[in-house]
């Protein structure tokens, strides 16, 4: 299965300020996810991120919010912007490998916003 | 449309205990099916699937049995072990192939020695 990282593992940020977590994965995928993990709370899809288009955004979720970007196949990054304490979550980024229909997870961004 | 509803947590089992979680589901066609377990501290990590009706999802001794007559996966293990603890998900995937997972609340298991 791929190997996916995220970075940062964890931050702490202050309220009105931005983050942009990355995710890098071993090999290359046709279809990146972020979700999202609110305290004690089950993963909600934030967006779907393919290479070369625009990223698709679920019901509840903003591109002004939470820009997406994902210049090639193995890399994808989501920025939080204009955060607030309610934006506090694990963030995650998973892959649909291409030979199958499993999806894989990275270890997860904590932000707490203050 | 498409949902997914565990059996409530938490879950509290002495170790060598017979677990089940239970796992329903609602969604049009024909999904696959998922668990995944989220360790202590650690990422999510897909446990077992199945794609069609009939199929048992296996590994680590643990089973789920898509049942499509009753929208069922529910997850069984003989003889719980404490490394077992952790938080477990079912999930969803609508369509084969390329689609958003939709997860269950989590069912958070602790395996008392």
């Known amino acids: 299965s791929a190997v996916i990282s995220q970075k940062p593992s964890r931050d702490i940020c202050q309220r009105g300020t931005s983050l942009t977590i990355q995710c890098q994965v071993d090999?290359?995928?046709?279809?990146m996810f972020w979700y999202r993990q609110q305290p004690g709370q089950s993963l909600t899809l934030i967006a779907t991120?393919?290479?070369?288009?625009?990223?698709?955004?679920e019901s509840g979720f903003v591109i002004d919010k939470f820009p997406i970007s994902r210049p090639n196949l193995t890399f994808s990054t989501l920025t939080v912007s204009n955060m607030s304490p309610e934006d506090s979550s694990i963030y995650l980024c998973?892959?649909?490998?291409?030979?199958?229909?499993?999806?894989?997870f990275g270890p997860g961004t904590r932000l707490t916003v203050t | 449309g498409d949902s997914v509803t565990q059996m409530e947590g938490p879950v509290t089992l002495s170790e060598e205990a017979f677990l089940t979680i239970n796992c329903t589901y609602t969604?049009?066609?024909?999904?696959?099916l998922f668990w995944y377990v989220q360790y202590p501290g650690e990422g999510l990590q897909l446990l077992l699937k199945?794609?069609?009706?009939?199929d048992k999802g296996s590994n680590k001794g643990f089973e789920a049995t898509y049942r499509k007559e009753t929208t069922s996966f529910h997850l069984e293990k003989g003889s719980v072990q404490v490394s077992d603890s952790a938080v477990y998900f079912c999930?969803?995937?609508?369509?084969?192939?390329?689609?958003?997972?939709?997860f269950g609340q989590g069912t958070r298991l602790t395996i008392n020695p």
């Open positions: 999930a969803l995937s609508p369509i084969r192939g390329a689609q958003k997972l939709v």
């Open positions: 199945a794609t069609k009706a009939d």
């Open positions: 969604a049009t066609g024909y999904p696959s």
């Open positions: 991120a393919n290479q070369g288009s625009e990223a698709t955004y």
């Open positions: 090999s290359q995928v046709t279809m």
């Open positions: 998973s892959v649909e490998e291409d030979r199958g229909y499993e999806q894989y």
